[in-house]
C-alpha cells in the first residue's frame, strides 16, 4: 500500500532538546509525534504507515524506535542494541537496516516486530573498521554503507545477510553516504 504523502515528520528543537513533529503536508495539524524525552531522524515506511526514528529517554543511549501513525504502537528496536541510529527500511516494509554502536559502528538488521536482530558487521574489529549509513537496495537483497576499514571511509556493498562484502568506492579521498538510485 502506497501512501499519498499527506504528512511529514520533522524534528523541531525546543528547551534544549529535539523533538519529533507530525503535521500535514499543508503544514496544518502541527503535533508533538511521540512522547519520549528527545526524538529525531526520521523515516517514513514506503508501504505502511509507520516511522522510525532515533530517540532518547532520560539519559540513556540513542535507539531506534518504532511508531504507527496514530501513535497506538510504539517500541524501542531491539533493546540489547547499545545504541541504534541511521536507520533506513528495506524496499518490503518488514526489516530496519541501522548503524549499531558501543564504542564502535556495525551495521544490523531487524525485523519490524523486533525479532531476528542480525549484527552484519563487526564493531570496530581492526579488519572491519567502523561502519555506518546503511541503505538497501531497491531489490532489498543488497545493502550499501559507509566503512573506514581501509583507513578512510569508503562505499561498500554486501548481501542483505552481511556475506560477500567488497569495496565499490575506495580511494585516496573519504567517500561515505551511499543512496541507490529507485
Known sequence: MKHSGQHLTYSNYFSGVFQLHLMDSDG??????TNIDESYASAWSSNAPYVV??????????????QNLD???QYPLPTEIPEGYDNDWSPDGQWIAFTSADSHRGIATVRIDGTNLRQLTKMGTAAEGNNWYPT?????????FSSDRGGKSGIYIMNADGTDVHCIACGPNNSESPTWQP
Not at 496544518?28 to 509525534?33: I, T
Not at 529517554?57 to 518504532?66: C, T
Not at 538497501?136 to 550499501?144: D, T, V, Y
Open 136 to 144: 538497501w537496495s531497491p531489490n532489498g537483497q543488497r545493502l550499501a
Open 71 to 73: 501513535g497506538t504502537i
Open 53 to 66: 526514528f532515533r530517540a532518547k529517554q532520560s539519559n540513556g543511549p540513542s535507539r531506534i524506535f518504532l
Open 28 to 33: 496544518s495539524a502541527d503535533h508533538l509525534f
